[in-house]
């Protein structure tokens, strides 16, 4: 399985943060913190301490770009997560790993892995 990863949950329905987080435990990570606004997400991107970061593409009427672009600017791996049909992502994201419901134990573990390979 390899190293444990602290893993930054950005996701503002708590049901869905919470099966992630069960997720993300039962695949031997630990989740380092969860984010239900962009202010929020940009605190925890100010402040670090993650090796990794789930993106909701939709936090509340707010997208989460700005955190991606933070994210990317760190040299930090991110996921972007969405549960239905999105626009398309920004040019500079149109490659970003994406995780779509129904979120799956070894779609998730894939995912991570392929995320986290080259830190």
Known sequence: MGEARRILIVEDEPLIAMMLGDLIADLGHEVEGVCDTLAEAHAAVDAGG?????????????????????????????????????????????????????????MLGSLLHEALADT
């Not at 970061?53 to 509340?60: F, K, S």
């Not at 990317?72 to 991110?78: I, K, L, S, V």
């Not at 997560?81 to 995780?99: K, N, Q, T, Y």
Request: aromatic residues 8%.
């Open 50 to 106: 993650f090796d990794l970061a789930i993106l909701d593409v939709h936090l509340g009427d707010e997208d989460v770009w700005p955190v991606a672009e933070a994210l990317q600017q760190q040299g930090t791996p991110f996921l972007v997560a969405s549960g239905g049909h999105i626009d398309p992502p920004p040019r500079a994201f149109e490659h970003c790993p994406m995780l779509a419901k129904p979120y799956t134990r070894e």
